[in-house]
């Protein structure tokens, strides 16, 4: 496919984890790529950054669609809005419809959307009525809907495999709900991908609403006991009848990179099974090869380093940022100084509780560490006040120098 001949792809949720591995298989495949954003700085740090074109947009402001959907031929519908907390399901179908009828104004051809999967007959969390409801309003538009609907993605970096990762690595006895008895049908994100990338060019989806998932159901509690096993964790599950679903959702908000608004919702759709009832996927879309759960997990493990990370924290914004993601703890300085960037040094410490990579150049500095297990919680926690303040010191620093200079 010649680049600068190829349909104009728009990649809506820009800033998420499907649409930071969907657009470099995009580029991959010589696709000319737009990215809508609500933040358009925070795409400062990916690799791909400079191969795109890049425009400021917002589902839930339906006046800034028009441009950003202009000449597109085919756009992936990759939002969602938990993160708004209370109100957002209502939220997530206002910006369906909005886009819907944007895209039809716009002459595009083709809306590719990536939902949840769950049986609509059973009770569902409003989380999961929300993913199914929003696939139907993109369908009540003229332009055709091809929907997908996953469930447990294992990835490194997907929301879902992060809760997994980050509480089996911590509690040595693992607390969970009754609902961790409930089965689910995990996919890899490489096959996520790859169904995404196949509903381009495969005319037999065009259209249709999908089940994917993985080879093999397990039940939730299954998920986290085999993560353990490949991390090489001994791990026990301890299930709780009645604990709350806010208190659950609070102490993932804690412990793990999910905050508090979409642990809830997430929390919340464990109570219903998510498994493909129907197979169609499968037919529609041979040319997916369909990869194990142990296998996407050994993958994300891997993926656990500095070189494969994406780097949400660079924004090109001065000051001191803490975050979990994919696996690490990360600890950011970007002093934002007028002179050039220099050449990067990168400093890798293997110790007995994780990995540690300690990154510097002349702006800025980083540090990331992949705990193991509960003592690896509890070294980053324990040394972390004074990582915090050597960094605000340093910005302090940093200023001063900055103020002399003019």
């Known amino acids: 496919m010649d680049s600068l001949t190829s349909p104009l792809i728009l990649v809506t949720g820009a800033t998420g984890y499907i649409a930071s591995r969907l657009i470099p298989r995009l580029l991959d495949s010589d696709c000319r790529v737009r990215a809508l954003a609500r933040e358009p700085r925070r795409l400062y740090g990916r690799a791909w950054f400079d191969q795109i074109e890049i425009v400021h947009a917002d589902v839930t402001l339906p006046d800034t669609l028009p441009r950003a959907l202009e000449g597109v031929h ?39 959307y990536l939902g949840g999967l769950a049986d609509p007959e059973q009770h569902l969390a409003p989380h999961m009525r929300s993913r199914i409801e929003t696939g139907k309003v993109l369908r009540q538009g003229k332009v055709p809907v091809t929907e997908f609907r996953a469930g447990v993605i294992a990835g490194s970096g997907s929301i879902s ?27 890899a994100i490489q096959n996520v991908i790859d169904y995404l990338l196949a509903a381009l060019t495969n005319p037999n989806g065009r259209g249709g609403v999908f089940e994917i998932g993985g080879a093999h159901i397990y039940t939730y509690a299954d998920l986290l006991l085999r993560y353990a096993r490949l991390r090489g964790l001994n791990r026990r599950m301890f299930l709780l009848p009645g604990v709350p679903l806010w208190f659950m959702a609070l102490g993932v908000a804690l412990m793990t990179p999910v905050p508090y608004p979409i642990a809830h919702a997430l929390i919340g759709g464990l109570s219903a099974d998510s ?14 090869t369909l990869i194990d759960f142990d296998t996407a997990v050994r993958d994300a493990l891997q993926r656990t380093h500095p070189d494969h990370i994406e780097r949400v924290w660079v924004d090109g914004r001065a000051g001191v940022k803490s975050l ?11 002093s934002h100084l007028p002179q050039e960037r220099g050449v990067g ?29 509960f003592f690896g919680f509890l070294y980053w926690y324990l040394l972390y006040p004074f990582r915090w303040l050597k960094f605000y010191v340093l910005l302090w620093m940093r200023k001063q120098q900055k103020s002399m200079r003019h």
Request: hydrophobic fraction near 45%.
């Open 161 to 187: 495999f992060e809760m997994i990762r980050f509480m089996t690595e911590l509690f040595p006895l693992v607390p969970g709900p009754l609902w961790l008895k409930n089965k689910s049908q995990p996919i």
């Open 275 to 288: 498994v493909v009832k129907h197979p169609e996927a499968l037919q529609a879309f041979p040319e997916v």
């Open 345 to 373: 040094v990168r400093e890798f410490r293997h110790t007995p509780f994780g990995e540690m990579w300690l990154e510097r150049d002349q702006n800025s500095r980083t540090i990331l560490f992949a705990p193991r297990g």
């Open 74 to 112: 085919t756009a992936y519908y990759l939002v969602h809005n938990m993160a708004h907390g209370r109100g957002y399901t209502a939220l997530e179908l206002e910006a369906a419809r909005a886009f819907a009828s944007a895209a039809e104004r716009a002459g595009v051809k083709h809306i590719i």
């Open 324 to 334: 979990k993601h994919e696996g690490c703890f990360i600890l950011h300085l970007d």
